[in-house]
C-alpha cells in the first residue's frame, strides 16, 4: 500500500541515501526467483534500517524473518566490530541464497542463521539483545515481543514491520493476521516498559524503545 502519491514517492527515495550494490543485486535476484518478493523490506526501507543501527551501534541484533537476508544486511551495516546478528526463518529453500549473500558482505562471518519455528529458538539464544527486528508471521507478533521484552537492552530498539498490514488495521477486517496486528498495536503503545512510535513508512514500521 502506498501512502503518498507515486510522485512523492519517487522523490523521496531520490533524496535518501542509496542502497550498495551487493543489496541491488539481492534485490534483483529476489524479484527474479523468489514467490512474493514484495516481503523483501526495499531500498528505502533498507536504507531506514541501516541509519538506525548505525545510530544504535548494536553488539547483538535478532531478526525474527530473514527471508533473503536483505534487511540483515542492512542491518549489518551498523553492526559492533565485534558482534553478531542471529536472524531466524522457516523457509529452508531461501537458506543457501541468503549464506551466498551474507558472505559476498563484510559481515558474513557475524550472521548466523536459524531454520525453524522462532517461538521454538529465541529462548535458545544466548545473551540480551539490543536491535530487534520483527518481520514474520503476523499471527504471533505478540508472542514474539512477550519473548523479547526482557531480553532487550535499556536503551535497544524493537522493529516490527508490516504494523498498517495495507491499511486493514484501520477496518472491520476479520481475518486472523489483521486481528492480531490490532491487538499487537494496542498492546504495545500501552506497554510502559517501551516507548512507542508507528511510523506510515511503507506498510507501517513500529519502533519501540525500551525504558
Aim: hydrophobic share 40%.
Amino acid at each position: 500500500m502506498n501512502f503518498l502519491a507515486e510522485n512523492l514517492e519517487t522523490y523521496v527515495q531520490q533524496h535518501s541515501e542509496q542502497e550498495p550494490d551487493l543489496l541491488q543485486e539481492l534485490a534483483r535476484e529476489t524479484h527474479l526467483k523468489v514467490l512474493q518478493p514484495r516481503m523483501l523490506s526495499g531500498a528505502y526501507q533498507g536504507r531506514l534500517l541501516s541509519l538506525i543501527s548505525k545510530l544504535i551501534k548494536p553488539k547483538h541484533i535478532l531478526e525474527i524473518g530473514t527471508f533473503t537476508g536483505y534487511s540483515a544486511l542492512c542491518m549489518a551495516e551498523g553492526l559492533h566490530e565485534n558482534g553478531r546478528i542471529d536472524t531466524i526463518d522457516v523457509d529452508e529453500e531461501l537458506t543457501d541464497l541468503q549464506r551466498r549473500y551474507f558472505d559476498a558482505s563484510s559481515y558474513g562471518k557475524q550472521i548466523f542463521q536459524h531454520l525453524g519455528n522462532a517461538a521454538d529458538i529465541i529462548p535458545t539464544l544466548n545473551g540480551n539483545f539490543d536491535l530487534v527486528f520483527i518481520d514474520a508471521d503476523k499471527e504471533q507478533y505478540p508472542l514474539y515481543f512477550d519473548l523479547i521484552i526482557d531480553r532487550v537492552q535499556t536503551g535497544g530498539l524493537i522493529i516490527a514491520d508490516n504494523v498498517l498490514w495495507s491499511g486493514k488495521v484501520v477496518t472491520n477486517a476479520t481475518d486472523e493476521a489483521t486481528q492480531t496486528l490490532q491487538q499487537f498495536n494496542k498492546k504495545v503503545v500501552e506497554d510502559t516498559r517501551v516507548e512507542t512510535v508507528l511510523l506510515p513508512v511503507r506498510d507501517g514500521l513500529t519502533l519501540m524503545r525500551k525504558t
